[in-house]
Every structure is written in C-alpha cells, then in structure tokens.
Nanobody
C-alpha cells in the first residue's frame, strides 16, 4: 500500500489549505483513514480520523476549524484546514488502516506564518 499526500505549503494565520492523500496498491478493505501531525520537538498527534461508514473524530485543538472527508471511490482522504493558527505548523501525515494493518504517508509540511 502506498500513500501519496499533497497540499501542504506556507499560509498566513487565518488562512486555509486542503490536504489530500491518495491510497494505492493492495487496498481492498480500507477501514480507517485519517491525519496526524508532528510539530518540531513534539510527538506525533492525531488530528482527525474517519472510519469506514462512521463518524469523524477530531482533536479538540482543531474542532470547528478542520474538516476531514473521504472519497471511497478514489481511495482518497482530505483534510480541509481553516482558520489556521501558528500552532498548526507541523508535518501532516496521512494514516490508513487496511484490514488490520496501518500505513503512513510521507508527510506534507504545513507552515503557518504571522
């Protein structure tokens, strides 16, 4: 399974970005799709995740600002980032669970400037 993430970049505080992650390969049973992030000097943390046929779960720090969605036909998960804050600066990783195996994308950098 390969995950290709895109959409990161430099944005001013208050701005928006949309991240995408496409899964390819042996993906006959994608369960959960989501996004994690890791800021410099910090541990990787969950941002948002959505199970197959279930409701999305968000970190408290992004509730009301970020929206996760998935297109099962395209094996793609999206993360709409809005009202970005300086503390949202991090490398964002997509995370996909196929069957009982978890896979990570390569990460895409989001930098929020003042």
């Amino acid at each position: 399974v390969q995950l290709q993430a895109s959409g990161g970049g430099l944005v001013q505080a208050g701005g928006s970005l949309k991240l995408s992650c496409v899964a390819s390969g042996n993906i006959f049973n994608i369960n959960r799709m989501g996004w994690w992030r890791q800021a410099p000097g910090k541990q990787r943390e969950l941002v948002a995740t959505v199970p197959s046929g279930g409701s999305a779960v968000y970190a408290d720090s992004v509730k009301g600002r970020f929206t996760i969605s998935r297109d099962n036909a395209k094996n793609t998960v999206y993360l709409q980032l809005s009202s970005l804050k300086l503390e949202d600066t991090a490398v964002y990783y997509c995370h996909v669970v196929v069957g009982y195996v978890a896979y990570w994308g390569q990460g895409t950098l989001v930098t929020v400037s003042s």
